[in-house]
């Protein structure tokens, strides 16, 4: 045997059973995501196969038939409305050949009277309700209904207005971020409110003029930077800290009841304590062999492969229900209570990870995965005009996508699964088989037969 195998099949024997070992027992690592809520059922395009899709009729239908959360999708009107519309263009909705952008909210025509149901070809809604709606009024009627909210275009003021609505209402915790390009989750993740400062870098360790050998400051309504963070006593008080000494909150532990604190000082030259808190339950602390793990893999494998563990500066540090990793800090302007979806380039990256052993020890910032059921291309979803495209993307993508293992592992790491757009029972069994969250669909009436009839069997994790 060659002196490279000797040492390089013991190594590699070693790495697929440490990946084996972390890939069924994540939590040993992570700590999992807390749900806001349980997303079994979703109303795609608020419930668009029972009722005109989404207008209020639909959503109040969707409501009754009590559906988890609203799909959405969102444009803007020339007078910058937020209007929940999934064309640009209003012909196949309306008759009407005009874009949104250009009618200011009032103007906007009527639905038709009857609309075919996209992933159910052939199959047409109707509807008595035929005026299209502001995602204002879907927060003002549904206040504590989640919805998923999918920004099809990079429009900074769309994103911002959505994001706007979303602080207004005080729906941080039960909107979700969606869209199908990375380039606009990006800055959907980056929306700021008025009032917020931003910071142009990466809070990292020891970075920044004056922070000396602590945290960069974080000063809540203020900004980074000596002298302008909130000092200790200011902080509001959340059962944590057993004092306060030069602005530095200490002291955080176990009576930490909802998320974490951050304390700055004057000169925010002693560095910041931070805790933990795990779904408002009270503060976690890993254990320290894996603090260890996951500290080496940072300063040894980021060097290395950088591309691995990217620092992400929009990425959520989750100052309150969620965790602290290593591998991504924030930027202070974003919001990192409103939960995010996989992108489609970052839901590839998910899957060529798992198949190299290395998603167990990689930070997942997203907390839903919201994907296609490979079975339905070719049959309701024709992703492609040509069908020998579909059949090859059908048995390509059911061979890498419908893993048991790879749904569980980010269920156990809160990373909850949900399959669209599902219309068939049959199709509901294969994702609750497979051990999906939820499930997307135009028939809520349907779906929610289904679980109150034999949904019951099927394991939530």
């Not at 560095?271 to 793990?293: E, N, S, Y």
Request: proline share 6%.
């Amino acid at each position: 045997m060659s002196p490279v195998l000797y040492y390089a099949l013991p190594a590699l024997g070693s790495y697929v059973m440490l990946s084996v070992f972390f890939l069924r027992r994540p939590r040993l690592l992570h700590t999992p995501w807390a749900p806001a809520f349980l997303p079994r059922l979703g109303a795609h395009r608020a419930g668009s196969g029972e009722r005109l899709e989404h207008t209020m009729e639909a959503m109040e239908n969707s409501v009754a038939q009590r559906s988890d959360f609203l799909e959405l999708d969102c444009r803007l009107t020339r007078d910058g409305v937020v209007v929940v519309s999934h064309d640009e263009n209003l012909f196949r909705l309306s008759g009407v050949n005009r874009d949104v952008s250009s009618l200011d909210f009032e103007e906007l025509p009527l639905c038709k009277e009857e609309l075919e149901v996209y992933f159910s070809p052939g199959h047409f809604a109707h509807g008595t309700d035929r005026r299209m709606v502001s995602l204002e009024d879907v927060f003002r009627r549904f206040p504590r209904m989640p919805v998923s909210v999918e920004v099809k275009s990079v429009n900074e003021e769309l994103i911002n207005k959505v994001a706007g609505l979303v602080r207004h209402f005080d729906r941080n915790e039960i909107t979700i971020w969606a869209s199908e390009k990375s380039s606009i989750m990006k800055k959907c993740r980056a929306a700021v409110s008025p009032g917020a400062f931003s910071v142009q870098r990466p809070l990292l360790p020891g970075a920044g003029g004056s922070t000396g050998r602590g945290w960069t400051g974080l000063g809540g309504c203020g900004g980074p930077g000596p002298k302008q963070g909130l000092k200790g006593e200011d902080l509001e008080r959340r059962g944590a800290g057993d004092s306060v000494s030069k602005g530095v909150l200490v002291g955080t532990g176990d009576s930490v009841s909802k998320g974490v604190l951050v304390g700055t000082g004057d000169s925010v030259s002693k560095g910041v304590l931070v805790g933990t808190g795990r779904g408002g339950g009270g503060a976690v602390r890993p254990k320290h062999w894996a603090k260890i793990t996951a500290l080496i893999l940072q300063v040894v494998a980021f060097p290395l492969c950088p591309a691995l563990f990217p620092l992400q500066p929009e990425a959520p540090l989750c100052f309150s229900r969620s965790r602290l990793t290593p591998f991504s800090l924030p930027l202070a302007s974003q919001n990192s209570e409103m939960p995010f979806a996989f992108t489609i380039s970052r839901g590839l990256w998910l899957v060529l990870l798992f198949y190299l052993g290395l998603l167990p020890f990689v930070h997942i910032p997203e907390r839903f995965f919201i994907c296609f059921l490979p079975t339905t291309i070719n049959r309701t979803y024709f992703p492609f005009s040509c069908s020998g495209l579909n059949k090859l993307a059908a048995v390509v993508s059911k061979w890498l996508i419908m893993r048991k293992s790879l749904i569980r592992h980010l269920e156990q790491r809160g990373v909850q699964v949900i399959f669209w757009c599902l219309n068939e029972e049959s199709d509901f069994e294969a994702a609750y088989g497979l051990g999906a969250t939820g499930v997307i669909t135009d028939y809520p009436t349907a779906l929610r037969r289904y679980l109150d009839t034999r949904g019951g069997a099927a394991q939530v994790s």
